[in-house]
């Protein structure tokens, strides 16, 4: 497995698990974008917003999503959420993420992610180059 561009440390509360005390899926959902944001936050001043405005788009929006949870997390365990960059396409980014608990993966996902530019009124997705270009320079 590559070394991950991003990770961030998750502990699991009662709160984010299901009558049956594992965490409820939706919640690695909200993880994924929380580690994304994250990312974006301690590589630049202002995080998204900011990188946003810079790039004159509205949001680097999720355009796909998926996962699969080959093992249980369970209420006080410790995950190391790790994000990778996996995948430039002209229009969309491709987003890794594996959860570990002691070593071993609960949760493998994807988003794929797109930055949004207002045209015509409408928003389009813009092209990823300029994206490209400073997340490559913030994780090197």
């Not at 590559?2 to 502990?11: C, H, V």
């Not at 929380?34 to 202002?46: D, E, K, P, V, W």
């Not at 949760?107 to 400073?134: C, D, K, S, T």
Request: proline share 6%; with cysteine; net charge negative.
């Amino acid at each position: 497995m590559s070394t991950p561009d991003f990770s961030l440390e998750i502990e699991i509360s009662f709160g984010h698990c299901d009558p049956a005390g594992i965490v409820y899926y939706p919640n690695y959902f909200r993880w994924f974008d929380r580690c994304f944001h994250s990312f974006l936050q301690r590589r630049f001043t202002g995080g998204h917003a900011a990188l946003c405005q810079e790039l004159g788009a509205i949001g680097i929006g999720l355009m796909d999503v998926g996962a699969r949870f080959p093992a249980p997390a369970r209420d006080g365990d410790m995950m190391d959420l790790q994000l990778r960059l996996e995948d430039w396409r002209p229009k969309a980014l491709r987003l890794g993420y594996v959860g570990l608990i002691d070593g071993r993966p609960v949760i493998e996902g994807h988003e794929v992610r797109g930055l949004f530019i207002p045209h015509e009124g409408r928003l389009r997705a813009g092209e990823m180059a300029p994206l490209r270009a400073r997340l490559e320079g913030a994780v090197g």
